[in-house]
């Protein structure tokens, strides 16, 4: 969607009616037709950013046969997608936050991504909460790599090191050695 673009060059203040009309070779007349406000297509933009990158990604990642390849395939696919169109949008988005339908959609993306992470990492035996904080380490791990990415891109791992790191931030915070296994406690 066009909005998801501009939202990714500029955060929400970018979507403009005229411009975006312009770009997609339209009036904005016919904008109207299909939107009844500049918020209207904001929010429209977010909700499809929200199915594509949050719920779309769960979706695949939980056809993984348990809770570390879930977190390995999440994971990798979060380091992938700092470089990128998809990067952008959440870069922006975050800087946006001070716009309420911008602030309510990242709530609610946050929300789901810490509980689904925070669900890995139970199935991974920890408690409730040692589970809830290693989905609050990872997720702002991730936020702090795509920052990294898009601000200093050469200190970042990328190419054939990124599964090494992935997999190595996993068992970081999975700590692996310290959670009790059914064949380890016999």
């Known amino acids: 969607m ?9 955060g929400a203040a970018a979507v403009a009616i005229e411009p975006l009309a312009k770009r997609l070779g339209a009036t904005r007349g016919s904008f ?14 977010l909700v499809l950013w ?4 949050t719920e779309d990604v769960i979706a695949w990642v939980e056809a993984m046969p348990g809770p570390r390849e879930r977190l390995r395939a999440l994971l990798l ?16 988005l975050q800087a946006s936050v001070d716009d309420p339908d911008v602030a309510e959609a990242l709530a609610r993306v946050t929300q789901r991504r810490l ?7 139970a199935a991974l035996g920890h ?17 702090g790599h795509a920052q990294l990415v898009h601000a200093t891109p050469s200190l970042a791992p990328t190419g054939s090191a990124l599964a090494g790191y992935a997999d190595r931030w996993i068992a970081l915070l999975a700590d ?4 009790a296994t059914p064949e380890s406690a016999r």
């Open 50 to 53: 929200e199915r594509r990158e």
């Open 115 to 121: 509980a689904y992470l925070a669900d890995q990492f």
């Open 176 to 179: 692996e050695a310290l959670v």
């Open 2 to 10: 066009t909005a998801l673009a501009a939202m990714g060059q500029g």
């Open 127 to 143: 408690d409730p909460d040692g589970a809830r904080e290693r989905a609050v380490m990872s997720y702002s791990a991730f936020l």
């Open 32 to 45: 109207y037709w299909h939107f009844s406000s500049r918020g209207d297509l904001v929010r429209a933009a």
């Open 77 to 92: 696919a979060a380091l992938e997608s700092t470089t990128g169109p998809a990067a952008d949008v959440e870069l922006a």
